[in-house]
Each structure stands twice: as structure tokens, then as C-alpha cells.
């Protein structure tokens, strides 16, 4: 059972480029999320998803898209790197929305270093 | 919006007790949770409370919780050099579909 997969698990652009982060989970869960982390900031939620079809905004969206088109699968795409998006990038999912007892299942990252 | 705030460091001896705090500003907060991150890897459900609760109680783990401070605290009882990780704090909201997360707390233990 692998959970949570992200891919690559490190990653360098140039300003201006663009890439996808690849997230898939192996669990059927219904909820999946992006995360990034930033020292002393914390994880904040860039785009969630409450299932196949379904995506929404977290608290800082910009600068990145997603979509939903299988259960399995939530890959996030810069659509031109800045240097303020340099972080280390969360995939991390559930059964169900975390407005419950539910637990979220992270992956192992992805750090993102944009030159 | 939520917010949610925790002390960024704490070091303490192997043995020793650690209390991790954590402040918050939803008062609809339905659930609240502990997860660790170890170097180099993704974050871990430790545990967590119903905002019905004041404490709970998991081996070596005691969550307290004070609603009306809207204060949430980690003790961890004999803390171990294992135990060295950052711990963030996250809360849920009844219809709020995403955790908001502390900013962590980077604990050390030394021997």
C-alpha cells in the first residue's frame, strides 16, 4: 500500500518556467489537498478538492492550478515559477473532508527551488 | 479568518516533560489535532480532541484543551531523543473543508 505519492522530490526552475507536481494516493480517498510550507509560516492550503470534478481555492492560490479528473490523481501546475514560490510542496488526502475526525495522509514533499 | 499560533522552538532533556502550546481564533473549531513531522518527510496525525473535550489521554501523549482561551497544549510525559521533530497544531471548522495549520513547534531533546 504506497498512500500518498508525490513526484519529483526535488525540483529546480528558472523564473518563468513551468512544471507539474504530480500527487496520487492509493487509498480511494475522496478528499485531496496541496500544501506548502515556508519557515515560520507554517502549511498553508494552496487548492483542495472534495472529489473527481471538484477543486477549490485555499489561501493562496495564485500563481497555481489544478484540476481532478480521477480519483487517484492531483496534480498541481505552476504556470510561470517565481522565486517566491520556492517552498516544500504537501500532497496529503482522506476519506472525507477534515471538518471531521478525519485523518490526513501526507506524502514525503516536494522541494521546489526557483532561481 | 483563522488563524492559528504556536511558539517556534523548545528544548528540552531526554526524561524531561515537553508542553507545546498553541493558541487559535476560530471559536467554531469542531476538531483539533497534533501531527509531526520528522526530517525530511511528510506530516503524521499524532492525535487529536473534540472541542467537546478538555483533555485526552494517549500513552505518553495528554492533550489539553481550554475553549473558552482557546488554548490547546501537547504534553509529552519521559520525552525521548526520537520525539525531536517539529509539532504543528491544526484546526478543523464544522463546513470549513481544509485544516489550518500552526506555524510548529521545533522541539529538541538533547541526552
Known amino acids: 500500500n504506497a498512500g500518498v505519492t508525490q513526484t519529483p522530490k526535488f525540483q529546480v526552475l528558472k523564473t518563468g518556467q513551468s512544471m507539474t507536481l504530480q500527487c496520487a494516493q492509493d487509498m480511494n480517498h475522496e478528499y485531496m489537498s496541496w500544501y506548502r510550507q515556508d519557515p515560520g509560516m507554517g502549511l498553508r492550503l494552496i487548492h483542495y478538492?472534495?472529489?473527481?470534478?471538484?477543486?477549490d481555492q485555499g489561501e493562496v492560490p495564485n500563481g497555481y492550478n489544478v484540476s481532478r479528473s480521477t480519483t487517484e490523481d492531483f496534480p498541481l501546475r505552476l504556470l510561470s515559477a517565481a522565486p517566491s514560490q520556492t517552498s516544500v510542496y504537501f500532497c496529503?488526502?482522506?476519506?472525507?473532508?477534515?471538518?471531521?475526525?478525519?485523518?490526513?495522509?501526507f506524502g514525503s514533499g516536494t522541494q521546489l527551488s526557483v532561481l | 479568518g483563522e488563524d492559528v499560533e504556536q511558539s517556534l522552538f523548545l528544548s528540552v532533556r531526554e526524561g524531561d516533560s515537553s508542553v507545546i502550546n498553541c493558541t487559535y481564533t476560530?471559536?467554531?473549531?469542531?476538531?483539533l489535532y497534533w501531527y509531526k513531522q520528522e526530517p525530511g518527510a511528510g506530516l503524521q496525525l499524532l492525535t487529536y480532541i473534540f472541542s467537546n473535550m478538555d483533555m485526552k489521554q494517549d500513552q505518553r501523549l495528554t492533550v489539553l484543551l481550554n475553549k473558552k482561551d482557546k488554548h490547546l497544549s501537547l504534553r509529552i510525559a519521559d520525552t525521548q531523543t526520537g520525539d525531536s521533530a517539529i509539532y504543528f497544531c491544526a484546526e478543523s471548522s464544522r463546513g470549513f473543508q481544509k485544516l489550518v495549520f500552526g506555524t510548529g513547534t521545533r522541539l529538541l531533546v538533547s541526552p
Open positions: 476560530d471559536s467554531s473549531s469542531t476538531y
Open positions: 496529503a488526502s482522506s476519506y472525507s473532508p477534515p471538518s471531521t475526525n478525519e485523518k490526513l495522509f
Open positions: 478538492s472534495v472529489g473527481a470534478g471538484i477543486t
